[in-house]
């Protein structure tokens, strides 16, 4: 049997990072054979507002895996977030149309676009995703997605989350692709993509968040019961620290970045010494560990206080037992996972790649998590991901040609 081998881009406001991995069949392990980051222009908010400008660094990116893994990349999946990505509940009801009242692959297939039909406030909305919560059959609910197929009733109801986004965002997403010579096959929304590599079966089915501090945005992304319960997007993130950095030192955005990533701390205690100063030569900068301090936590409160929001909205008194994972390029600040711990009163630890080999840096665990989903999507024809994915990338085109 032959080995499956995909390419995985995560294109987000500061840098494209992509990745070559290779699947065995029999053994259903992921191996790394390539990774590659750059940074990249065209993005905001963690959202292509300039394809041309984001081809030539994907580009890049096809070129350096290329080289590295020695495998021709012709086609792609990616992540699709940013601020226009947001969620609706819906929900759907057939009655069962078998003679033997056997609930089919159709029949599920059927609800589930009966979920699909309600009214996105705007036509430049679609759906992108649809995550089953439920099944219900005559009134008896609780049921999942695996468990319904033959079992017999009259009525069968589901409850789903769509996942939506602004339809402009994966037009430009598209673009930019298919500028760089590469075929889009299709995209994962980036708090689902992260969470398939960071989390364990036994924790979704716990209760548990998963809180991507990006470059400009955040997610926080719940699963309960083994399902996504609902997921909240917000525009902050690790590059507004520097922002803020960058004008309270009055130097460049590259030499703050520089700063926060070599003496930012979250961590509570700061020993006042003669080495309380901290100076660069170049550039002339003094500033103290304490004025440094205050700055990094400063944002941070912004951005737990967001997530908390969001999670007390989502799940109200019902706290995930399993806690919060935490990931991103803002979860490597030193110290965050006690200020983490501190904030939300819940257990925190900072996410590891799970299930893939050759990569251990958790700031590609997107990228594998996009490739997790791609291997999904290309083995199963049935899967939860692969009725709305290449088919839904087809829909969208068909679309483009009706009056």
């Known amino acids: 049997m032959r080995n499956l081998i995909l390419t995985a881009l995560d294109i987000g406001s500061g840098s494209i990072k992509g990745v070559v991995g290779e699947k065995n069949q029999e053994t259903d392990e992921i191996e790394i054979l390539a990774v590659a980051e750059k940074s990249c222009l065209g993005v905001r908010n963690g959202e292509v507002v300039n394809p041309e400008q984001v081809s030539l660094g994907i580009a890049q990116i096809k070129e350096e895996l290329a080289n590295s893994s020695g495998v021709k990349i012709r086609e792609v999946f990616t992540n699709i977030g940013g601020t226009h ?26 609800v589930k676009k009966e979920a699909e039909a309600v009214n996105l406030q705007s036509k430049n909305n679609e759906i992108l995703e649809v995550f089953p919560k439920e099944f219900i059959v005559d009134g008896e609910g609780g049921i999942k997605e695996s468990a319904v197929l033959g079992l017999r009733g009259i009525r069968l109801e589901v409850k789903v989350l769509l996942a939506c986004i602004f339809s402009p965002v994966i037009r430009n997403l598209e673009k930019a692709i298919s500028l760089s010579g590469l075929n889009y096959l299709d995209s994962f929304i980036t708090p689902m993509a992260v969470s398939s590599a960071v989390l364990s079966q036994e924790q979704k089915e716990l209760g548990v968040a998963v809180l991507d501090i990006g470059f ?65 030569i170049d550039g002339d900068i003094e500033f103290s560990k304490a004025f440094l301090k205050s700055v990094v936590e400063s944002r941070a409160n912004e951005i737990f206080f967001e997530a908390q929001k969001a999670l007390k909205k989502i799940v109200g008194q019902n706290l995930p037992p399993a806690g919060i994972v935490l990931v991103g390029g803002g979860s490597l600040l030193p110290g965050i996972v006690e200020f983490a711990k501190q904030k939300t009163k819940l257990p925190c630890r900072i996410g590891e790649i799970r299930g893939v080999k050759g990569v251990e840096n958790s700031c590609f665990a997107t990228c594998c998590g996009i490739l997790m989903l791609g291997f999904d999507d290309m083995e199963n024809d049935e899967g939860k991901h692969s009725s ?16």
């Open 85 to 110: 990505l947001f969620s609706v509940p819906s929900q759907g009801l057939v009655s069962v149309a078998r003679a033997d009242q056997l609930i089919s692959k159709d029949e599920i297939q059927r």
């Open 216 to 280: 400009s945005v955040s997610s926080l992304i719940v699963f309960n019961k083994g399902e996504v319960v609902d997921f909240a997007v917000f525009p902050l993130g690790s590059s507004h620290i520097t922002n803020d950095l960058a004008i309270g030192l009055r130097t460049e955005i590259q030499t703050a970045e520089n700063i926060k990533k070599e003496f930012g701390t979250l961590k509570t205690a700061i020993k006042k010494s003669s080495g309380d100063k901290i100076k660069i």
């Open 388 to 403: 709305y994915g290449i088919g839904r990338k087809a829909k969208r085109v068909f679309k483009a040609f009706l009056p």
